[in-house]
Protein backbone atom coordinates (compact mmCIF):
# COMPACT_ATOMS: atom_id res chain seq x y z
CA UNK A 1 0.00 0.00 0.00
CA UNK A 2 1.38 3.23 -0.88
CA UNK A 3 2.46 5.50 2.02
CA UNK A 4 1.82 8.69 -0.27
CA UNK A 5 -1.69 7.87 -0.16
CA UNK A 6 -2.21 6.55 3.47
CA UNK A 7 -0.67 10.41 3.98
CA UNK A 8 -3.61 12.15 1.67
CA UNK A 9 -6.03 9.41 3.47
CA UNK A 10 -5.15 10.20 6.83
CA UNK A 11 -4.90 13.92 6.20
CA UNK A 12 -8.64 13.76 4.67
CA UNK A 13 -10.04 11.97 7.81
CA UNK A 14 -8.42 14.36 9.77
CA UNK A 15 -9.63 17.12 8.03
CA UNK A 16 -13.46 16.36 7.24
CA UNK A 17 -12.78 17.40 3.98
CA UNK A 18 -10.63 17.26 0.94
CA UNK A 19 -10.72 21.03 0.31
CA UNK A 20 -9.13 21.00 3.58
CA UNK A 21 -6.46 18.35 2.92
CA UNK A 22 -5.76 19.78 0.28
CA UNK A 23 -5.01 22.97 1.76
CA UNK A 24 -2.74 21.05 4.33
CA UNK A 25 -0.89 18.93 2.07
CA UNK A 26 0.05 21.57 -0.64
CA UNK A 27 -1.84 19.52 -3.27
CA UNK A 28 -4.94 20.25 -5.67
CA UNK A 29 -8.43 19.00 -4.49
CA UNK A 30 -8.68 16.82 -7.75
CA UNK A 31 -5.15 15.32 -6.49
CA UNK A 32 -6.70 14.38 -3.18
CA UNK A 33 -9.86 12.88 -4.89
CA UNK A 34 -7.73 10.94 -7.18
CA UNK A 35 -5.33 9.77 -4.30
CA UNK A 36 -8.18 8.52 -2.18
CA UNK A 37 -9.88 7.14 -5.45
CA UNK A 38 -6.77 5.02 -6.26
CA UNK A 39 -6.64 3.82 -2.14
CA UNK A 40 -10.41 2.36 -2.26
CA UNK A 41 -9.65 0.69 -5.52
CA UNK A 42 -6.72 -1.04 -3.36
CA UNK A 43 -8.75 -2.02 -0.42
CA UNK A 44 -12.02 -2.61 -2.15
CA UNK A 45 -14.18 -0.50 -0.72
CA UNK A 46 -15.32 3.20 0.19
CA UNK A 47 -13.38 4.43 2.84
CA UNK A 48 -15.61 7.66 2.92
CA UNK A 49 -19.09 8.85 2.49
CA UNK A 50 -19.36 11.97 0.70
CA UNK A 51 -21.56 14.29 1.78
CA UNK A 52 -22.92 17.90 1.17
CA UNK A 53 -20.20 19.46 3.67
CA UNK A 54 -17.08 17.41 3.71
CA UNK A 55 -16.78 13.90 4.28
CA UNK A 56 -17.17 11.07 7.28
CA UNK A 57 -15.29 7.41 7.01
CA UNK A 58 -17.09 4.08 6.64
CA UNK A 59 -16.44 1.87 9.36
CA UNK A 60 -13.56 0.55 6.99
CA UNK A 61 -11.85 4.28 7.01
CA UNK A 62 -11.99 4.48 10.39
CA UNK A 63 -10.46 1.49 10.95
CA UNK A 64 -7.44 2.27 8.39
CA UNK A 65 -7.28 6.20 10.35
CA UNK A 66 -7.01 4.32 13.78
CA UNK A 67 -4.22 1.72 12.37
CA UNK A 68 -2.24 4.10 9.96
CA UNK A 69 -2.28 7.62 11.84
CA UNK A 70 0.04 6.79 14.48
CA UNK A 71 2.37 5.11 12.42
CA UNK A 72 2.48 8.01 9.74
CA UNK A 73 2.97 10.56 12.85
CA UNK A 74 6.02 8.76 14.04
CA UNK A 75 7.81 8.73 10.39
CA UNK A 76 7.09 12.41 10.12
CA UNK A 77 8.62 12.77 13.43
CA UNK A 78 11.60 11.85 12.17
CA UNK A 79 11.63 12.92 8.73
CA UNK A 80 11.04 16.40 9.88
CA UNK A 81 13.84 16.13 12.63
CA UNK A 82 12.55 14.69 15.78
CA UNK A 83 16.56 13.84 16.62
CA UNK A 84 17.99 17.16 17.96
CA UNK A 85 21.65 17.83 16.94
CA UNK A 86 22.46 20.45 19.57
CA UNK A 87 21.77 23.50 16.99
CA UNK A 88 18.79 24.40 18.55
CA UNK A 89 15.49 23.03 18.86
CA UNK A 90 14.24 19.88 16.47
CA UNK A 91 10.96 20.57 16.24
CA UNK A 92 8.39 23.65 16.88
CA UNK A 93 4.89 23.10 18.41
CA UNK A 94 2.51 25.82 17.56
CA UNK A 95 0.35 27.01 20.44
CA UNK A 96 -2.63 29.31 20.49
CA UNK A 97 -5.69 30.43 22.98
CA UNK A 98 -6.71 34.07 24.47
CA UNK A 99 -3.54 36.01 24.97
CA UNK A 100 -4.13 36.66 28.80
CA UNK A 101 -4.85 32.66 29.56
CA UNK A 102 -1.53 31.81 27.26
CA UNK A 103 0.53 34.74 28.95
CA UNK A 104 -0.40 34.41 32.72
CA UNK A 105 -0.47 30.29 32.57
CA UNK A 106 -0.09 28.56 30.03
CA UNK A 107 3.57 29.23 28.72
CA UNK A 108 4.84 29.57 32.26
CA UNK A 109 4.01 26.19 32.35
CA UNK A 110 5.75 25.11 29.60
CA UNK A 111 8.51 27.23 30.08
CA UNK A 112 10.58 24.13 31.82
CA UNK A 113 9.08 21.22 29.19
CA UNK A 114 12.13 20.27 28.14
CA UNK A 115 14.56 20.01 30.93
CA UNK A 116 14.86 16.06 31.45
CA UNK A 117 11.54 14.89 29.78
CA UNK A 118 12.53 14.15 26.23
CA UNK A 119 13.95 16.09 22.98
CA UNK A 120 14.11 19.98 23.15
CA UNK A 121 11.44 21.53 20.99
CA UNK A 122 10.20 25.39 20.40
CA UNK A 123 7.09 26.72 20.89
CA UNK A 124 5.31 29.16 19.18
CA UNK A 125 2.19 31.02 20.49
CA UNK A 126 -0.43 32.52 18.53
CA UNK A 127 -3.32 34.78 19.94
CA UNK A 128 -6.71 34.46 18.61
CA UNK A 129 -10.31 34.53 19.54
CA UNK A 130 -12.17 30.60 20.02
CA UNK A 131 -12.99 31.00 17.00
CA UNK A 132 -10.07 32.06 15.91
CA UNK A 133 -7.99 29.39 16.99
CA UNK A 134 -9.93 26.29 16.40
CA UNK A 135 -10.54 27.47 12.24
CA UNK A 136 -6.78 27.64 12.60
CA UNK A 137 -6.16 24.47 14.31
CA UNK A 138 -8.54 22.19 12.13
CA UNK A 139 -6.70 24.23 8.88
CA UNK A 140 -3.22 22.52 10.28
CA UNK A 141 -1.82 26.32 11.51
CA UNK A 142 -1.55 24.96 15.16
CA UNK A 143 -0.98 21.96 16.65
CA UNK A 144 -2.75 22.59 20.02
CA UNK A 145 -5.33 25.18 21.28
CA UNK A 146 -6.61 26.46 24.17
CA UNK A 147 -10.35 27.58 23.86
CA UNK A 148 -13.11 28.38 26.10
CA UNK A 149 -15.65 26.64 23.32
CA UNK A 150 -15.76 23.02 23.13
CA UNK A 151 -15.60 22.15 19.26
CA UNK A 152 -18.07 19.32 17.47
CA UNK A 153 -17.81 16.86 15.42
CA UNK A 154 -14.76 14.42 14.83
CA UNK A 155 -11.92 16.57 13.36
CA UNK A 156 -11.13 18.23 16.88
CA UNK A 157 -10.52 16.23 20.11
CA UNK A 158 -10.94 18.30 23.40
CA UNK A 159 -10.01 17.74 27.18
CA UNK A 160 -11.46 19.96 29.88
CA UNK A 161 -8.27 22.03 30.85
CA UNK A 162 -9.72 24.17 34.07
CA UNK A 163 -12.47 26.37 35.38
CA UNK A 164 -11.88 29.97 35.89
CA UNK A 165 -14.18 31.88 38.47
CA UNK A 166 -15.71 35.14 37.02
CA UNK A 167 -15.99 38.03 39.60
CA UNK A 168 -17.41 41.75 39.10
CA UNK A 169 -14.53 44.19 40.28
CA UNK A 170 -14.23 47.87 39.70
CA UNK A 171 -11.71 50.22 41.22
CA UNK A 172 -12.61 51.87 45.11
CA UNK A 173 -13.68 55.19 43.32
CA UNK A 174 -16.36 53.46 41.59
CA UNK A 175 -17.45 51.10 44.22
CA UNK A 176 -17.87 53.58 47.21
CA UNK A 177 -20.14 55.22 44.28
CA UNK A 178 -22.26 52.24 43.10
CA UNK A 179 -25.12 50.97 45.68
CA UNK A 180 -24.01 47.16 46.05
CA UNK A 181 -24.09 45.18 48.56
CA UNK A 182 -22.53 41.99 49.14
CA UNK A 183 -24.86 38.81 48.91
CA UNK A 184 -26.27 37.90 52.53
CA UNK A 185 -29.23 35.98 53.37
CA UNK A 186 -31.25 37.09 50.43
CA UNK A 187 -30.81 37.64 46.85
CA UNK A 188 -28.69 40.00 45.36
CA UNK A 189 -29.29 42.96 44.20
CA UNK A 190 -28.96 44.27 41.01
CA UNK A 191 -26.57 47.16 40.81
CA UNK A 192 -27.00 50.56 38.77
CA UNK A 193 -31.02 49.69 37.79
CA UNK A 194 -31.15 53.56 37.62
CA UNK A 195 -28.59 54.38 35.65
CA UNK A 196 -26.20 52.52 32.55
CA UNK A 197 -23.22 51.50 34.32
CA UNK A 198 -19.69 51.74 32.68
CA UNK A 199 -18.84 48.44 31.58
CA UNK A 200 -15.44 47.41 30.33
CA UNK A 201 -14.89 44.02 27.87
CA UNK A 202 -13.22 42.22 25.51
CA UNK A 203 -15.61 42.34 22.99
CA UNK A 204 -18.88 44.67 22.00
CA UNK A 205 -21.44 42.15 23.12
CA UNK A 206 -19.97 41.58 26.87
CA UNK A 207 -19.17 38.38 26.75
CA UNK A 208 -18.05 38.24 29.97
CA UNK A 209 -20.70 40.51 31.66
CA UNK A 210 -23.49 38.57 30.28
CA UNK A 211 -22.31 35.11 31.60
CA UNK A 212 -21.74 36.78 35.06
CA UNK A 213 -25.59 39.03 34.38
CA UNK A 214 -27.29 35.72 33.46
CA UNK A 215 -25.63 33.73 36.14
CA UNK A 216 -26.42 36.25 38.96
CA UNK A 217 -29.18 38.35 38.17
CA UNK A 218 -30.97 35.78 35.80
CA UNK A 219 -30.68 39.39 33.60
CA UNK A 220 -28.96 41.08 30.70
CA UNK A 221 -26.44 43.85 31.14
CA UNK A 222 -27.50 47.33 32.51
CA UNK A 223 -26.13 48.91 29.40
CA UNK A 224 -23.80 48.82 26.83
CA UNK A 225 -20.03 48.85 27.04
CA UNK A 226 -17.93 51.80 27.94
CA UNK A 227 -14.15 50.46 26.60
CA UNK A 228 -14.00 47.59 24.51
CA UNK A 229 -10.38 45.72 24.10
CA UNK A 230 -9.72 42.53 22.93
CA UNK A 231 -7.49 41.72 26.02
CA UNK A 232 -8.41 40.75 29.71
CA UNK A 233 -5.26 41.88 30.80
CA UNK A 234 -5.76 45.65 28.91
CA UNK A 235 -9.45 45.06 30.86
CA UNK A 236 -7.83 44.95 33.94
CA UNK A 237 -5.75 48.30 33.54
CA UNK A 238 -8.68 50.01 32.24
CA UNK A 239 -10.61 49.26 35.71
CA UNK A 240 -7.55 49.63 37.70
CA UNK A 241 -7.61 53.53 36.16
CA UNK A 242 -11.10 53.89 37.01
CA UNK A 243 -12.85 53.27 33.48
CA UNK A 244 -15.65 51.33 34.45
CA UNK A 245 -16.70 47.72 36.14
CA UNK A 246 -15.66 44.83 34.64
CA UNK A 247 -15.71 41.07 35.14
CA UNK A 248 -13.10 39.28 35.03
CA UNK A 249 -11.56 35.75 36.25
CA UNK A 250 -10.31 36.14 39.59
CA UNK A 251 -6.74 34.43 39.04
CA UNK A 252 -5.86 37.99 36.77
CA UNK A 253 -6.97 40.55 39.45
CA UNK A 254 -5.92 38.47 42.80
CA UNK A 255 -3.16 41.18 43.11
CA UNK A 256 -4.90 43.76 42.93
CA UNK A 257 -7.63 43.07 44.98
CA UNK A 258 -4.95 41.74 47.65
CA UNK A 259 -3.70 45.16 47.68
CA UNK A 260 -6.58 47.10 47.78
CA UNK A 261 -6.47 48.45 44.41
CA UNK A 262 -9.43 46.61 43.16
CA UNK A 263 -12.59 46.13 44.88
CA UNK A 264 -15.05 42.76 44.65
CA UNK A 265 -18.21 44.14 44.22
CA UNK A 266 -20.26 40.74 44.61
CA UNK A 267 -19.55 37.30 46.35
CA UNK A 268 -22.26 35.15 44.88
CA UNK A 269 -22.94 31.92 46.76
CA UNK A 270 -22.15 30.28 43.84
CA UNK A 271 -19.67 32.12 41.62
CA UNK A 272 -19.97 32.10 37.66
CA UNK A 273 -17.17 29.69 36.32
CA UNK A 274 -16.02 29.51 32.81
CA UNK A 275 -14.36 26.29 31.70
CA UNK A 276 -11.12 26.26 29.19
CA UNK A 277 -10.11 23.28 26.81
CA UNK A 278 -7.66 21.87 25.36
CA UNK A 279 -7.70 20.66 22.15
CA UNK A 280 -6.18 19.00 18.82
CA UNK A 281 -6.26 17.69 15.82
CA UNK A 282 -7.51 14.00 16.34
CA UNK A 283 -4.91 11.48 16.16
CA UNK A 284 -2.15 14.27 16.65
CA UNK A 285 -1.45 13.46 20.35
CA UNK A 286 0.49 10.16 19.18
CA UNK A 287 3.27 12.53 18.70
CA UNK A 288 5.69 12.52 21.37
CA UNK A 289 5.97 16.42 21.69
CA UNK A 290 2.28 16.93 21.30
CA UNK A 291 2.03 14.79 23.96
CA UNK A 292 4.17 16.06 26.79
CA UNK A 293 2.71 19.59 26.12
CA UNK A 294 -0.64 18.31 26.59
CA UNK A 295 0.00 15.85 29.76
CA UNK A 296 2.38 19.12 31.47
CA UNK A 297 -0.82 21.46 30.64
CA UNK A 298 -3.18 19.40 32.62
CA UNK A 299 -0.77 18.72 35.31
CA UNK A 300 -0.24 22.23 35.71
CA UNK A 301 -3.99 22.67 35.46
CA UNK A 302 -4.33 20.72 38.62
CA UNK A 303 -2.95 22.96 40.71
CA UNK A 304 -4.85 26.54 39.00
CA UNK A 305 -7.45 27.98 41.13
Known amino acids: MDLALLRTFVAVHRAGSFTRAAALLGLSQPAVTSQ ?45 GGVATGDGPARTLHLTGPPEFLAERALPALSGLDKGEGPDFGIRATFGTAQESLEGLAAGHHDLAISTVRPRGGLLTATALCDEELVLVAAPTWADRLPVERLGGGPAPVPGRAQPLPFVDCHESLPLVARYWTAVFDALPPGPGAVIVPDLRAVLGCVLAGAGLAVLPRYLCAGPLAEGRLRLLLNPAVAPLRTYFLVARTGTLALPHLSRTHDRLLRAAADWS
Not at 48 to 76: M, Y
Open 36 to 80: IRALERQVGRPLFLRQARGVTPTSLGEELAHKAAPHLDALAEIAE
